[in-house]
């Protein structure tokens, strides 16, 4: 008898478990990122030939390009757009250089009525922290790895 309680109640549990988790459609998600990550890559692409036009040259195109995308998304963010833009678009709205502004930005929004120090200040790399320290600490290795490379000569 108790076996047949237990199994019911898990039964149960099964049952509850496979009407509350949600389905997604591998391939609606992949369309939604490739249209989100595509819009803020033609967003891109347009300031870059808008300062090109200007009379900007590449390398201080590119650089008003990535600064105004940043500013952009954190704008979004402040106002909690981009949150609904990434829950829509996934994947798209985290690769480009916005989901790195959005992911400093947010935790910082999040935290500022803790304060200056202990909240902004503690908070504003809780995501993006561990992205500067490993891409810094890459950047180094491989830099060292090249430095010795061209000291033995391997590279020229």
């Not at 030939?49 to 650089?63: C, F, P, Q």
């Not at 250089?97 to 504003?124: D, H, L, M, R």
Request: aromatic content about 12%; some cysteine; proline content about 3%.
């Amino acid at each position: 008898m108790a076996d047949v309680l237990k199994e019911r109640k898990n039964q149960q549990y099964n049952d509850y478990v496979k009407k509350v988790t949600p389905t997604h459609n591998l391939w609606a998600n992949m369309a939604k990122a490739f249209l989100v990550g595509g819009i803020i890559c033609v967003i891109g692409q347009f300031i870059l030939n808008y300062a090109s036009n200007m009379g900007l040259d590449k390398e201080t195109a590119g650089s008003w390009c990535s600064m105004l995308l940043v500013l952009i998304s954190v704008i979004l963010t402040g106002f909690n757009i981009y949150p609904k833009i990434a829950k829509f678009g996934g994947a798209g709205t985290l690769v480009p250089i916005t989901g790195f502004a959005n992911s400093v930005a947010a935790p910082a929004i999040e935290f500022q009525k803790e304060g200056q120090v202990f909240g902004i200040g503690c908070k504003i790399f809780t995501i993006a922290g561990p992205v500067i320290l490993y891409g810094v600490f890459t950047s180094w290795v491989l830099g060292l790895i090249y430095y010795i490379l061209r000291i033995t000569g391997v590279v020229g």
